[in-house]
């Protein structure tokens, strides 16, 4: 039993990796980064699997250490989806 709950987490670890990987990458420019609530303001460009145009908004960081080093004026490159109903970023990175 405890090696078939192993083998399941590993999965879904591995599925939840793979979905990640599957995002669109889309550009960005910080505009506020506000670590005690775990959330950043970005201006991008189109999100095509939320359905959503270019536009300036604030995304809940999925894992706050995503944003560890980034500051207003920093050029990314992020994925977002919706994560337990909010939108978030769920990777990110600098330069554009």
Not at 25 to 46: L, M, N, S, W
Request: net charge positive; no cysteine; proline share 3%.
């Amino acid at each position: 039993m405890k090696r078939i709950t192993i083998g399941l987490i590993a999965a879904l670890s591995l599925s939840s990796a793979a979905l990640a990987q599957n995002l669109p990458t889309v550009t960005g420019t910080v505009e506020k980064v506000d670590t005690a609530q775990g959330k950043i303001t970005i201006d991008h460009g189109p999100i095509q699997n939320l359905d959503m145009e270019a536009m300036t908004m604030v995304f809940r960081a999925q894992d706050p250490n995503l944003l560890k080093g980034l500051k207003a004026g920093d050029k990314v490159q992020f994925t977002a989806d919706r994560v337990n109903g909010q939108i978030s970023v769920t990777s990110i990175k600098k330069g554009s």
